[in-house]
T-cell receptor, first 113, second 113 residues
């Protein structure tokens, strides 16, 4: 079992839809939870960053962390064609004195007009 | 623009050859991470350096090596290349040692023929 599981998709939705992206993980030592967006032929860029359980909202994006279930989610409201990208969850915790983000495989999102 | 610079952007070489990938981190960032991204494996952590010292190692093959120089730029050396080494290689940097945001470069696409 991989440490971080993420459905690769693709997930295809119409413009304006609410998108839900999810990851599960197995390492209970993870403390920091992140979502990155990666456009084709580009490097990942950080979208959301949360510490421990709870919700965090930033504009149209909401990140949720449920440590008891080892489950994290990213919601995108009023999705736009420009949101079409691959979304990678990432998480880390202490490991031998360092913190190394472990990434999910990414979910490909397509928002069609 | 993340501020992380990677060269070369594209590289085509033959099996058995050796290549060097270069990364300049964001100004002021002390940590450099190398990741390999392939379609079937996602983003896989290779190695981390902090202020010139190796801090963590992931699934890095013995044929691969890296270093971080006094000016904080880093190089990833890949030798005895095999077809399976074809992938995108990303460098990321952070100010600290992993609890914060990672800033990714645009990657070096390696094709081994």
């Amino acid at each position: 079992q991989k440490e971080v599981e993420q459905d690769p998709g693709p997930l295809s939705v119409p413009e304006g839809a609410i998108v839900s992206l999810n990851c599960t993980y197995s390492n209970s030592a993870f403390q920091y939870f992140m979502w990155y967006r990666q456009y084709s032929r580009k490097g990942p860029e950080l979208l959301m960053y949360t510490y421990s359980s709870g919700n965090k909202e930033d504009g149209r994006f909401t990140a949720q962390v449920d440590k008891s279930s080892k489950y994290i989610s990213l919601f995108i409201r009023d999705s736009q064609p420009s949101d079409s990208a691959t979304y990678l969850c990432a998480m880390n915790g202490p490991s031998g004195g360092s913190y190394i983000p472990t990434f999910g495989r990414g979910t490909s999102l397509i928002v069609h007009p | 623009d993340s501020g992380v610079t990677q060269t070369p952007k594209h590289l085509i070489t033959a099996t058995g050859q050796r290549v060097t990938l270069r990364c300049s981190p964001r100004s002021g960032d002390l940590s450099v991470y190398w990741y390999q991204q392939s379609l079937d494996q996602g983003l896989q952590f290779l190695i981390q350096y902090y202020n010139g010292e190796e801090r963590a190692k992931g699934n890095i093959l013995e044929r691969f090596s890296a270093q971080q120089f006094p000016d904080l730029h880093s190089e990833l050396n890949l030798s005895s290349l095999e077809l399976g080494d074809s992938a995108l290689y990303f460098c990321a940097s952070s100010a600290g040692q992993g609890t914060g945001e990672l800033f990714f470069g645009e990657g070096s696409r390696l094709t081994v023929l």
